[in-house]
T-cell receptor, first 114, second 111 residues
Framework: EADIYQTPRYLVIGTGKKITLECSQT?????MYWYQQDPGMELHLIHY???????EKGDLSSESTVSRIRTEHFPLTLESARPSHTSQYLC?????????????FGPGTRLLVL | GQNIDQPTEMTATEGAIVQINCTYQ??????LFWYQQHAGEAPTFLSY????GLEEKGRFSSFLSRSKGYSYLLLKELQMKDSASYLC????????????FGTGTRLQVFP
């Protein structure tokens, strides 16, 4: 059973607001990821981290930023939300080992920007 | 470039068998994953293949042919709760082992 949490689960917010999506895991995983997924579409990697103080941008350009100050915590921030940011945001983690590194996903945050 | 193809939708009857295909073209390969995602929920891990052949896990089996860039997920004795999207994902060594996801196959199981 994966222990990875995301808050809030649902968020409706106005344009221009600053928001932070929280993600935390209790499995001690070094690798963490943020994906963006629109309905019926594939997951797109927007940020990832291989450990504390390590963050990289993913394949899909995103105006969001992330930080990794603690192993268990990987928050995502949008400084000024826009309607184009409306989507589902999924956080995932995996151990830093070779071989079968299953990514465990959090429940996701559904964001609606008005 | 990277490309993962799977059918958009499939339907099947309760108790039947269904095969969901996935073809991929990636610069590097270090494993193929299948995830199940119910509507509005997070993906959950189903299977992992890195060598050619069939991996069986209960009602679910997954097959891989690396030379053909092809995998399938086989679901037996379908149940209504199997109605979900099934995501094929490839770990691409040319992209520091990040996962590339397909769009997913939405499976509907009817009584």
């Amino acid at each position: 059973e994966a222990d990875i949490y995301q808050t809030p689960r649902y968020l409706v917010i106005g344009t221009g607001k600053k928001i932070t999506l929280e993600c935390s895991q209790t499995m001690g995983h070094d690798k963490m990821y943020w994906y963006q997924q629109d309905p019926g579409m594939e997951l797109h990697l927007i940020h990832y981290s291989y450990g504390v103080n390590s963050t990289e941008k993913g394949d899909l350009s995103s105006e969001s930023t992330v930080s990794r100050i603690r192993t268990e915590h990987f928050p995502l921030t949008l400084e000024s939300a826009r309607p184009s940011h409306t989507s589902q945001y999924l956080c995932a983690s995996s151990p830093l080992t070779s071989g079968q590194e299953t990514q465990y996903f959090g429940p996701g945050t559904r964001l609606l920007v008005l | 470039g990277q490309n993962i193809d799977q059918p958009t939708e499939m339907t099947a009857t309760e108790g039947a068998i269904v095969q969901i295909n996935c073809t991929y073209q990636t610069s590097g390969f270090n494993g193929l994953f299948w995830y199940q995602q119910h509507a509005g929920e997070a993906p959950t891990f189903l299977s992992y293949n890195v060598l050619d052949g069939l991996e069986e896990k209960g009602r679910f089996s997954s097959f891989l042919s690396r030379s053909k860039g092809y995998s399938y997920l086989l679901l037996k004795e379908l149940q209504m709760k199997d109605s979900a999207s099934y995501l094929c994902a490839v770990r691409d060594t040319s992209r520091t082992d990040k996962l590339i996801f397909g769009t997913g196959t939405r499976l509907q199981v009817f009584p």
